[in-house]
């Protein structure tokens, strides 16, 4: 015997439960979610995104960075990290192409290009090739990397921490403060000529 009740769902008198903990009804959370405005998740990269380090043949795009956006973080959020890897560089060891950190709630995305160059939105860390902001893509010709943009809610302030960290720096100082994480993967390779 089950009968509804206004808002909550009551079951032969013994319990009740409310529609949101069973996941129905407009009480349900929406889940934090990182999109890109311009690509749809597992989308190919355009050129221009691709790293522009004119010494290396792999790198043959302008370093802008993609534009991201992102919604719904967790109770409790102070403040955002976010990492971009290709887990396919050097020959599997991972490739840290982005480290950033100590972005503020009232941030909720970046324009394209806006992760290319310094800026108060976020504090700056150290990718494997020493870069304070984001560098593009350098797949080798035929390879489709993935690049896996994570974005870390925290209860940090947005100036707990120092400038400069890498990836292993800023977990490590993560550890006990993250409030959940969202994901993008985007994928590149060489344009056909």
């Avoid at 560089?89 to 941030?107: A, E, F, K, Q, W």
Wanted: aromatic fraction near 8%; charge should be negative; include cysteine.
């Amino acid at each position: 015997m089950m009968r509804l009740a206004v808002g909550n769902l009551i079951v032969a008198g013994f319990f009740t439960v409310t529609l949101a903990t069973i996941g129905l009804g407009a009480g349900a959370a929406e889940p934090f979610k990182l999109t890109s405005p311009q690509y749809p998740d597992d989308a190919v990269i355009a050129a221009k995104n691709a790293g522009n380090n004119k010494a290396s043949p792999n790198c043959v795009g302008d370093n802008v960075s993609p534009p991201l956006a992102w919604s719904n973080p967790p109770a409790g959020t102070k403040s955002f990290a976010l990492i971009m890897v290709d887990p396919e560089g050097r020959g599997g060891l991972g490739v840290v192409h982005m480290v950033t950190y100590g972005i503020p709630t009232s941030v909720n995305g970046f324009a394209e290009g806006a992760l290319s160059k310094p800026s108060d939105e976020y504090v700056d860390g150290k990718s494997t090739m020493g870069k304070a902001t984001y560098f593009g893509p350098c797949t080798p010709p035929g390879d489709y990397h993935h690049y896996t943009l994570t974005l870390i809610a925290t209860d940090l302030d947005p100036k707990a921490l120092p400038p400069g960290l890498t990836r292993d720096e800023l977990f490590a100082d993560l550890k006990g403060h993250t409030k959940g994480a969202a994901g993008l993967i985007l994928r590149f390779t060489h344009p056909q000529s």
